[in-house]
T-cell receptor, first 114, second 112 residues
C-alpha cells in the first residue's frame, strides 16, 4: 500500500485566496483525521471522520475551515478565505478505529499564506 | 481541556545515555498508550504502544513503562543515538469512538 497520500505537498498562496488540501487514506481504514501543526500550538486535531461521516469538528478554528469526505478514499480540507495565521503544516491520518490501533500519517502539506 | 500532559518539552542527551519522556493523563477510560515519533519534514509514526494489562513493554532500545494508579506512562530510550533525535508524542486513546489525544510533544536531541 502507498500509505496516506496528501496533495499538494507545498502550497503558497496570498491572503484571501481559497486553499484546498487533499487526502487519500489507506484503503480499508474507517477513520480519517485532519491535524494542523505549528511551533506555537503543536499538533492540533481539527476534525475526524468515521465511515465518511464527520464525528467531531470542534477543533476547526473558524467557519473559514471546512472538510468533506465524499467517499471512503478521498477527503478535502478547505480554507476560504485564507489568512497568514493559517500558515502551518496540515496532516491527514487514517486508521481502522479512532481511539485504538495505529494512526498512519501522510507526509503533510506545508501551507504558507502571504 | 488538558487531558494529557507531556514532559519535558525538550531534552538533550549525550550519545549512549538514557532518554526519559513522561506522559500524565486524566481520563481513566484510556486503555491504549502509544508513543509516536516524528522526524523533521515527516508525519508522526507509531513507535511503540502498550495496553494496560502489562506494566512494561520493550522493543529493542525502546521501553514503555505504565503506572495505572498514577495515571502515567513513560518512554525510555536506552543507549540513545543521534538518529533518535526527533519529536516524541504520547497519544493515549480507548476502544470507543473518540480519537487519540496527542500530547504537546518532546523534542529530543542526542548529541555526540
Amino acid at each position: 500500500d502507498a500509505g496516506v497520500i496528501q496533495s499538494p505537498r507545498h502550497e503558497v498562496t496570498e491572503m484571501g485566496q481559497e486553499v484546498t488540501l487533499r487526502c487519500k487514506p489507506i484503503s480499508g481504514h474507517n477513520s480519517l483525521f485532519w491535524y494542523r501543526q505549528t511551533m506555537m500550538r503543536g499538533l492540533e486535531l481539527l476534525i475526524y471522520f468515521n465511515n465518511n461521516v464527520p464525528i467531531d469538528d470542534s477543533g476547526m478554528p473558524e467557519d473559514r475551515f471546512s472538510a468533506k469526505m465524499p467517499n471512503a478514499s478521498f477527503s478535502t480540507l478547505k480554507i476560504q478565505p485564507s489568512e497568514p495565521r493559517d500558515s502551518a503544516v496540515y496532516f491527514c491520518a487514517s486508521s481502522f478505529r479512532p481511539g485504538i490501533g495505529e494512526q498512519f500519517f501522510g507526509p503533510g502539506t506545508r501551507l504558507t499564506v502571504l | 481541556q488538558q487531558q494529557v500532559k507531556q514532559s519535558p518539552q525538550s531534552l538533550i542527551v549525550q550519545k549512549g545515555g538514557i532518554s526519559i519522556i513522561n506522559c500524565a493523563y486524566e481520563n481513566t477510560a484510556f486503555d491504549y498508550f502509544p508513543w509516536y515519533q516524528q522526524f523533521p519534514g515527516k508525519g508522526p509514526a507509531l513507535l511503540i504502544a502498550i495496553r494496560p494489562d502489562v506494566s512494561e513493554k520493550k522493543e529493542g532500545r525502546f521501553t514503555i513503562s505504565f503506572n495505572k494508579s498514577a495515571k502515567q506512562f513513560s518512554l525510555h530510550i536506552m543507549d540513545s543515538q543521534p538518529g533518535d533525535s526527533a519529536t516524541y508524542f504520547c497519544a493515549p486513546g480507548n476502544s470507543g469512538n473518540t480519537p487519540l489525544v496527542f500530547g504537546k510533544g518532546t523534542r529530543l536531541s542526542v548529541i555526540a
